[in-house]
């Protein structure tokens, strides 16, 4: 009966039960809408457009919400199993933890997507991106769908008389697990990886924004970097902020003894992470008539969030690794 799980469990049903009437209301546009059409049906059509435009950008706001909440209460719920330090061994106690987690992971992204499409669309006259959003959604739906599944199964599955593994079990750099595996990668060749990634991502940015072309590039440079920086929290950026060299846990920097830091640190990321990568989205888009004052506009903003968000998590990860008296 925890409070954040309560909010977490309905949140999600709302917005599963938001998404397929979007989803209904969106394979009507997707059939019948035609903009030169003055019928009953168009008009009703746009009318709904409105409000599902609106709903959904609320319910994808609460979306991007309940990835920290999630992870904030499986950390707040480790007290409840033997074995458990953090959210590592909360989301190891039944099959459906990490599934969710990374599920929910993935749709913050597709969300963010979609909620940036909807934003261009609505800023032209002629919506000249309503089927291919409208279709995006159904796809985002089922993922959605997928995600209230599992994470119900999570939290109905939770027993307490489980012993679960602890955070320094799963990531030891000794294990027989995934996990194990990037705990167990050499910390400098991959701060190598880690801040090129950066300065390249930064470095296909102030191009973008200086010629205007390389979105796409800019987009798979950040989900290029994206995947080295979880990567680099496992291998090397967590060492620096527990000062051990053997605890690699993604998830204690979330607590209050490391000043919450993992929630700045992983927003960063992320809110870097959507803004790249929807400049690449956008990039498609381009060549319509409508959208060629809209979408550069739109990317160049995108493209200066998505710098400062890479330059914001290199900075927080740099600070211990610059002014601690740690060293590997």
């Known amino acids: 009966?925890?409070?954040?799980?309560?909010?977490?469990?309905?949140?999600?049903?709302?917005?599963?039960?938001?998404?397929?009437?979007?989803?209904?209301?969106?394979?009507?546009?997707?059939?019948?809408?035609?903009?030169?059409?003055?019928?009953?049906?168009?008009?009703?059509?746009?009318?709904?457009?409105?409000?599902?435009?609106?709903?959904?950008?609320?319910?994808?706001?609460?979306?991007?919400?309940?990835?920290?909440?999630?992870?904030?209460t499986a950390d707040h719920l480790h007290n409840l199993f033997v074995g458990a330090m953090c959210a590592a061994g909360s989301l190891n106690v039944n099959d459906y933890g990490y599934p969710t987690l990374v599920i929910k992971m993935a749709n913050v992204f597709l969300c963010g997507i979609w909620i940036v499409l909807n934003h261009a669309d609505n800023k032209a006259h002629d919506y000249p991106l309503i089927k291919i959003k409208y279709k995006f959604l159904i796809a985002v739906a089922v993922s959605l769908l997928i995600e209230v599944l599992l994470q119900a199964s999570y939290f109905a599955g939770l027993k307490a008389d489980v012993i679960t593994s602890c955070c320094g079990t799963l990531f030891s750099e000794h294990g027989e697990t995934y996990t194990s595996d990037v705990a167990g990668?050499?910390?400098?060749?991959?701060?190598?990886?880690?801040?090129?990634?950066?300065?390249?991502?930064?470095?296909?940015?102030?191009?973008?924004?200086w010629t205007g072309k390389g979105g796409k590039s800019l987009s798979a440079m950040t989900v290029m970097a994206v995947v080295?920086?979880?990567?680099?929290?496992?291998?090397?950026?967590?060492?620096?902020f527990y000062e051990l060299p053997t605890h690699h846990c993604p998830f204690c920097v979330l607590q209050r003894e490391y000043g919450y830091i993992g929630y700045a640190l992983y927003l960063a990321l992320f809110v870097a992470g959507i803004s790249g990568a929807s400049v690449g989205v956008l990039e498609s888009f381009k060549g319509k008539e409508s959208m060629k004052r809209v979408i550069p506009c739109l990317q160049k903003k995108l493209c200066i969030v998505c710098m400062s968000g890479f330059t914001l998590f290199a900075a927080i990860s740099s600070y211990p690794m610059i002014f601690s008296d740690f060293v590997l």
């Not at 019928?39 to 009318?47: I, P």
């Not at 609460?62 to 992870?71: A, G, M, N, T």
């Not at 910390?187 to 924004?209: A, D, E, Q, W, Y």
Request: charged share 10%; glycine share 6%.
């Open 1 to 72: 009966m925890s409070p954040a799980i309560i909010a977490l469990v309905f949140g999600s049903f709302l917005v599963g039960a938001f998404v397929l009437y979007g989803s209904a209301v969106g394979w009507r546009i997707i059939r019948s809408w035609d903009l030169a059409s003055g019928s009953e049906q168009q008009l009703l059509l746009e009318r709904r457009t409105y409000l599902v435009s609106t709903i959904l950008n609320y319910a994808f706001a609460f979306e991007i919400f309940s990835l920290l909440l999630y992870v904030y």
């Open 185 to 209: 990668l050499p910390p400098k060749p991959m701060m190598i990886f880690f801040f090129l990634s950066m300065v390249l991502c930064l470095r296909v940015g102030v191009h973008f924004l």
């Open 228 to 240: 080295f920086s979880l990567i680099s929290i496992i291998s090397f950026i967590s060492l620096y």
